[in-house]
């Protein structure tokens, strides 16, 4: 079924091609559970289907055990998708949120700590701010989206977008420890 990590050749087009049209569907609309929104969902399909190629999956044999691969490595893909959108958080959105943060020109272990120690500190005040609020701060800073797009995921204009995140952006200033910055 499987082809041994030390001898795998990556996936020719047509066989990738019917493992997708097979199963990149269910693919994406698992990751679009996993992870909450449909642009990152579409990333994680993306990453699935070129981890598959890379790792030579024989297609052949028993359909549900290739289906479990293939479920296994979407999980994996949602993993280091999460992963790398929380190492993302980047030090510019937080200086937009209104957190004074200088980044050193390289980071050593004190400086990585305390940017864990803020990092952990915005994301415990943004769990504290209502749902909507939440999800236009992060498809704003993380997602890197327009006020346009951010209006279209959440059904509003680009002025209400912009309230939402002007009372994020004063929560999260109200909420952050002194200490924690």
């Known amino acids: 079924m499987f082809t041994d990590r030390m001898e795998a050749q990556p996936l020719d ?3 990738l ?3 997708f049209a097979a199963h990149g569907d269910r693919v994406y609309a698992y990751c679009v559970r996993m992870l909450g929104n449909e642009h990152d969902a579409a990333d994680a399909l993306q990453d699935t289907f070129l981890n598959l190629a890379r790792r030579g999956v024989d297609t052949g044999g028993d359909e549900s055990r290739l289906r479990f ?3 296994a490595a979407a999980r994996n893909a949602c993993f280091d998708l999460q992963r790398r959108r929380r190492d993302e958080a980047s030090l510019d959105a937080l ?3 209104g957190v004074p943060v200088e980044r050193g020109t390289q980071a050593g272990p004190e400086q990585a700590a ?3 120690v803020t990092r952990d500190a915005v994301l415990g005040a943004l769990a504290r701010v209502p749902e909507r609020q939440r999800k236009a701060w992060l498809l704003r800073e993380l997602g890197e989206l327009s006020y346009d797009e951010v209006g279209d ?3 509003v204009n680009a002025n209400a977008v912009a309230q939402l995140l002007h009372r994020t952006r004063r929560a999260l200033q109200a909420s952050i420890p002194a200490a924690a910055l």
């Open 13 to 15: 087009h047509d066989v």
């Open 17 to 19: 091609a019917r493992l």
């Open 69 to 71: 691969y293939v479920f």
């Open 95 to 97: 200086r937009e949120a």
């Open 114 to 116: 305390l940017d864990g």
């Open 153 to 155: 995921r959440l059904g």
